[in-house]
């Protein structure tokens, strides 16, 4: 636990308590608020969730992602860099033309900083939409045969190949941003076990497939965690009960036709506020070991 962000959020809550007991003419206490740098992809950009980010057009980045979420909880000064489409080599080369790496908005005085990455690198939603079947079986294709034909599973040898990827991310956010503590965000429940075909066009086994190679890649954000000294932020326990196959009122994920305004397989705006939530409650328990 880094000393900065404990002090700051501790003299909040005892310059709270003692407010209530002081003389009225008692000079207030400033306290700066923590410095939050929000780094990842879409899933913490939160694409076509309104109201947009007017300082992020190319990104499609949402002003009601996640990142907000936790800042609002937290009366933290934001700067979210997140951007849909985003892989690990966005975080040091420019994007879009006129969009900085992510890795610049990082100071030393950088307090707090959240990143989820992974997905875009694995090409996990083009292999999802792989996935669909519009007719049911035996008239179509099953991606998770296709894709463990021969014993090795492609999709999780691919995620495995681009680990050391992601801790050199994390030992990179170390050295530009040595205060800070370190959020990984991992991805969520998008099907619940045996999927909900034909409400989402996935086979049974398909959709446990796409969840499972989901999971794999969160287990490798949090194994990476943990070996670099950031703190893994589970958001597939939170959407138990919200994934796609649920009603559409209930999701936090959209499914390959969104019933709210996201992209399909994203996270809504339920969702963001419900992955923020766990982001914020993440950084009160570290900050109080």
């Known amino acids: 636990m880094k000393t900065t962000l404990r002090l700051v959020l501790t003299t909040a809550l005892f310059t709270g308590a003692l407010s209530a007991t002081a003389p009225a003419a008692a000079a207030p206490t400033v306290i700066e608020p923590l410095r939050y740098v929000a780094l990842g992809d879409s899933y913490a950009a939160a694409p076509l969730v309104p109201p947009a980010d007017p300082t992020g057009p190319a990104c499609l980045r949402s002003?009601?992602?996640?990142?907000?979420v936790a800042a609002e909880a937290l009366g933290a000064k934001l700067t979210d860099v997140s951007c849909s489409a985003a892989t690990v080599d966005h975080l040091s080369t420019s994007q879009y033309p006129g969009t900085s790496p992510q890795y610049d908005a990082l100071t030393p005085g950088t307090d707090i900083v959240s990143v989820t990455l992974g997905g875009n690198d694995a090409g996990l939603f083009g292999e999802a939409l792989k996935c669909v079947n519009i007719l049911?079986?035996?008239?179509?294709?099953?991606c998770a045969l296709e894709n463990t034909a021969g014993g090795t599973d492609k999709i999780r040898a691919r995620i495995d190949a681009w680990?050391?990827?992601?801790?050199?991310?994390?030992?990179?956010?170390?050295?530009?941003?040595?205060?800070?503590?370190?959020?990984v965000v991992g991805y969520g429940n998008y099907f619940r076990p045996g999927g909900c075909y034909p409400v989402q066009p996935f086979w049974d086994q398909d959709a446990d497939y796409l969840q499972g190679v989901i999971n794999h890649l969160s287990a490798v954000l949090e194994r990476a965690a943990e070996e670099h000294g950031a703190t893994f932020v589970d958001t597939y326990t939170p959407g138990t009960g919200h994934d796609t196959c649920a009603a559409p009122a209930d999701r936090y994920v959209e499914g390959l036709v969104p019933t709210r305004a996201a992209m399909p397989l994203h996270p809504n705006a339920p969702g963001s506020r419900a992955i923020g939530q766990a982001l914020a409650t993440a950084v009160r328990a570290t900050s109080a070991r």
Do not use: M, Q, W
């Open 136 to 142: 049911p079986e035996p008239h179509g294709t099953s």
């Open 63 to 68: 002003l009601a992602g996640y990142p907000r």
């Open 163 to 183: 680990a050391p990827a992601f801790g050199t991310v994390l030992d990179e956010i170390a050295r530009r941003a040595p205060r800070a503590e370190v959020f």
